[in-house]
């Protein structure tokens, strides 16, 4: 029998429009209730798994073998070809770099600026970037472009850097730097290799699909993706140390201002390494614990994806004793509802458990 540990009372012990019966958590289910006024008007279900460098099920919520994309959690994985092979190195990359090369950036001007200099350092211009340009991940740098009417180019793309240091590993090798995004080319194949490697999965398991960037992603399960980061988070290969490093040493440039990836390391001093991805993804590797923590928001709301990733945190600093400084983080782990007033209306509060092996 496995012990599972509660995390938060729920909200809905408050009143609540829905019957009691049908908001009952069951036991190893987290979920994150967004509240209204005092009652919890949705539940977003989270799957979790759990695991150490060994490959042992730790914990787990929902279902730990959930099979979903990896998207932007996957980019220090995607970056280490760049750096195993010599590109990172031959073109001067530095910490900087590669904290970028992993990064889901809020297009602020020094993101862009270091993606131009990776670009130009392989001999490179922004026209070979595969990934289309959008509006910057932070409402602020968004607003502030649309005001001044910037016209928004690929080195907005807040995955840029994962780009040029795909097209600096392809220059390196001599690939043809055309179609360096898609499934087939040379980079992709070299990075798909990569990918079974750390998630231990053979490459024909991986399901392969096309990110928002045009890159290849890659579906495997959450306890792969926990494998991985939790390897990664105590692996002492070169490339993996100078990759894992590099984010710790510049958060800024992984995510932004204000964003949860940035204050998360920040806050954390060098206990966590944390990545998110799209569609309520949210990927960890805690060092000193040997574990890697890999979780899906099931329905994809992304606003609930840093609460829950805090969630689980919070539980397995309780129960593993570690240090893992919260202080600071309230606004992600439990994220405020505002009107179009700005007025707090309700919150994301994380409730139920993780069921530990």
Same mark, same amino acid.
């Given at each position: 029998?496995?012990?599972?540990?509660?995390?938060?009372?729920?909200?809905?012990?408050? *009143?609540?429009?829905?019957?009691?019966?049908?908001?009952?958590?069951?036991?190893?289910?987290?979920?994150?209730?967004?509240?209204?006024?005092?009652?919890?008007?949705?539940?977003?279900?989270?799957?979790v798994a759990v695991v150490s460098a060994e490959g042992t099920r730790v914990a787990f919520a929902g279902d730990p073998e959930r099979v979903t994309f990896w998207r932007s959690a996957a980019?220090?994985?995607?970056?280490?070809?760049?750096?195993?092979?010599?590109?990172?190195?031959?073109?001067?990359?530095?910490?900087?770099?590669?904290?970028?090369?992993?990064?889901?950036?809020?297009?602020? +001007?020094?993101?862009?600026?270091?993606?131009?200099?990776?670009?130009?350092?392989?001999?490179?211009?922004?026209?070979?970037?595969?990934?289309? *340009?959008?509006?910057?991940?932070?409402?602020?740098?968004?607003?502030?472009?649309?005001?001044?009417?910037?016209?928004?180019?690929?080195?907005?793309?807040?995955?840029?850097?994962?780009?040029?240091?795909?097209?600096?590993?392809?220059?390196?090798?001599?690939?043809?730097?055309?179609?360096?995004?898609?499934?087939?080319?040379?980079?992709?194949?070299?990075?798909?290799?990569?990918?079974?490697?750390?998630?231990?999965? +053979?490459?024909?398991?991986?399901?392969?699909?096309?990110?928002?960037?045009?890159?290849?992603?890659?579906?495997?399960?959450?306890?792969?993706?926990?494998?991985?980061?939790?390897?990664?988070?105590?692996?002492?290969?070169?490339?993996?140390?100078?990759?894992?490093?590099?984010?710790?040493?510049?958060?800024?440039?992984?995510?932004?201002?204000?964003?949860?990836?940035?204050?998360?390391?920040?806050?954390?001093?060098g206990e966590a390494v944390v990545k998110i991805g799209a569609e309520g993804v949210y990927c960890a590797a805690l060092p000193r614990a040997r574990l890697g923590v890999a979780l899906k928001?099931?329905?994809?709301?992304?606003?609930?994806?840093?609460?829950?990733?805090?969630?689980?945190?919070?539980?397995?600093?309780?129960?593993?004793?570690?240090?893992?400084?919260?202080?600071?983080?309230?606004?992600?782990?439990?994220?405020?509802?505002?009107?179009?007033?700005?007025?707090?209306?309700?919150?994301?509060?994380?409730?139920?458990?993780?069921?530990?092996?």
């Amino acid at each position: 029998m496995r012990p599972e540990v509660p995390f938060l009372e729920s909200a809905s012990a408050r *009143p609540c429009p829905v019957p009691a019966k049908a908001r009952e958590t069951p036991m190893s289910t987290l979920v994150i209730e967004s509240t209204r006024s005092g009652f919890v008007e949705s539940l977003h279900t989270v799957s979790v798994a759990v695991v150490s460098a060994e490959g042992t099920r730790v914990a787990f919520a929902g279902d730990p073998e959930r099979v979903t994309f990896w998207r932007s959690a996957a980019k220090p994985f995607q970056s280490l070809p760049m750096v195993q092979d010599g590109a990172a190195d031959r073109y001067g990359f530095g910490p900087r770099e590669l904290a970028l090369a992993c990064a889901s950036h809020s297009s602020e +001007p020094v993101h862009r600026t270091l993606a131009m200099q990776m670009l130009s350092a392989s001999g490179c211009e922004e026209r070979h970037l595969a990934c289309g *340009p959008h509006p910057s991940l932070s409402p602020a740098v968004a607003e502030e472009a649309l005001r001044a009417g910037v016209v928004l180019t690929p080195r907005w793309n807040n995955c840029s850097g994962k780009h040029a240091g795909m097209l600096a590993l392809a220059r390196h090798h001599g690939w043809d730097v055309h179609g360096y995004a898609s499934d087939g080319h040379p980079v992709q194949e070299r990075i798909q290799d990569e990918i079974a490697k750390w998630t231990g999965l +053979p490459r024909d398991a991986l399901v392969k699909g096309v990110d928002g960037c045009l890159a290849v992603c890659f579906g495997l399960p959450l306890s792969a993706m926990a494998t991985a980061w939790a390897r990664f988070g105590v692996s002492e290969a070169p490339a993996a140390r100078r990759l894992r490093e590099a984010m710790l040493a510049h958060p800024e440039l992984v995510a932004g201002r204000g964003r949860a990836c940035t204050e998360l390391m920040t806050a954390f001093q060098g206990e966590a390494v944390v990545k998110i991805g799209a569609e309520g993804v949210y990927c960890a590797a805690l060092p000193r614990a040997r574990l890697g923590v890999a979780l899906k928001v099931e329905d994809g709301d992304a606003r609930c994806a840093a609460p829950a990733l805090l969630a689980v945190l919070r539980l397995l600093a309780e129960q593993q004793g570690l240090t893992l400084p919260m202080t600071g983080l309230e606004h992600h782990a439990e994220p405020r509802i505002l009107n179009t007033r700005n007025e707090m209306v309700g919150s994301l509060h994380p409730a139920g458990a993780l069921a530990f092996a």
